[in-house]
């Protein structure tokens, strides 16, 4: 399995609402990062788990709240979002936070009302 | 100054064309450099994976890299449709990626 899966593939929330993005890999990879990333921009970090902990948080509000529960899964959860956070949720993961390359999840594509 | 930055394209070229990407950075300590695909909708795909200076080639794909000139290139022989996409050069830094703006191309028969 060489891959990142990443569900919902779509979804649309409304502002009072709590939601999930989940992603999970069993390629034995120990980090996994959440980027965040706008029409037409490149992906921008938000959360880099190494080993199960959070090490980097890039100053994301707190209406975004990641969860590393095992080494194969990572979550996003969500809470009372505004219009201006939708945008396309991107997984990663790669052996370690040290250099190599970073496979990623199709995303999750987000949408605010 | 950003630490990567990237010519910002568009680009249109015509089937078979070699097409060149570039990307310059700021800090020489940087060693480790990709370049990701990315088709529309779908999470960056990594195509080529350098260390240092020197070049790489993987089939019509070749990455270069200067670190003396702090610069990173990719080259696309033969270009085909099926390479339009968006490609993002990055520098491994620390502990995270770090993305160029991106170049879009677009390969037309």
């Known amino acids: 399995d060489t891959e990142v899966t990443q569900t919902p593939k779509h979804l649309v929330m409304g502002m009072t609402n709590k939601k999930s993005l989940k992603c999970e890999q069993h390629?034995?990879?120990?980090?996994m990062y959440w980027y965040k990333q706008k029409a037409k921009k490149p992906p921008e970090l938000m959360f880099v788990?190494?080993?199960?902990?959070?090490?980097i948080n890039e100053s994301v509000p707190s209406r975004f709240s990641p969860e590393c529960p095992n080494s194969s899964l990572l979550n996003l959860h969500l809470h009372a979002l505004q219009p201006e956070d939708s945008a396309l949720y991107l997984c990663?993961?790669?052996?370690?936070?040290?250099?190599?390359?970073?496979?990623f999840g199709s995303g999750t594509r987000l949408t605010v009302v | 100054q950003k630490e990567v930055e990237q010519d910002p394209g568009p680009l249109s070229v015509p089937e078979g064309a070699i097409v060149s990407l570039n990307c310059t950075y700021s800090?020489?300590?940087?060693?480790?450099f990709m370049w990701y695909r990315q088709y529309s909708r779908k999470g960056p795909e990594l195509l080529m994976y350098?260390?240092?200076?020197g070049n790489k080639e993987d089939g019509r794909f070749t990455a270069q890299v200067d670190k003396s000139s702090k610069y990173i290139s990719l080259f696309i022989r033969d270009s085909q449709p099926s390479d339009s996409a968006t490609y993002l050069c990055?520098?491994?830094?620390?502990?995270?990626?770090?993305f160029g703006t991106g170049t879009r191309l677009q390969v037309f028969p």
């Open positions: 990663a993961s790669s052996f370690t936070t040290g250099a190599g390359g970073y496979t």
């Open positions: 390629m034995g990879h120990r980090a």
């Open positions: 788990y190494s080993y199960e902990k959070l090490s």
């Open positions: 800090n020489s300590a940087f060693q480790y």
């Open positions: 350098t260390y240092s200076s």
């Open positions: 990055s520098i491994h830094n620390t502990d995270k990626l770090i």
